[in-house]
């Protein structure tokens, strides 16, 4: 059973989901735990040059489209 809110003028309104971006490409490095990722967004076809310095589980995440998130 779901309660309904008391004060529901107190919660803050939410943040609009943003659109991410995830990997298209990517190189190996000699250090394993970074390389360089090329990213690309589904929504909107912008693509990003090479990124470094991120790591594997980073650039699985994804990162947000400057075009999508404007």
Known sequence: MNTPDL???TKPPRQAPRRLM???DAT???DPAYSSVR???AQCG???DWVDGLT???AKRGIPC???NK
């Open 39 to 41: 990213f690309h967004c």
């Open 22 to 24: 995830h990997v298209c």
């Open 28 to 30: 190996d490095d000699e």
């Open 7 to 9: 004060f529901p003028e």
């Open 66 to 68: 400057p075009e999508c």
């Open 56 to 58: 594997v589980t980073e």
């Open 46 to 48: 912008h693509e990003t």
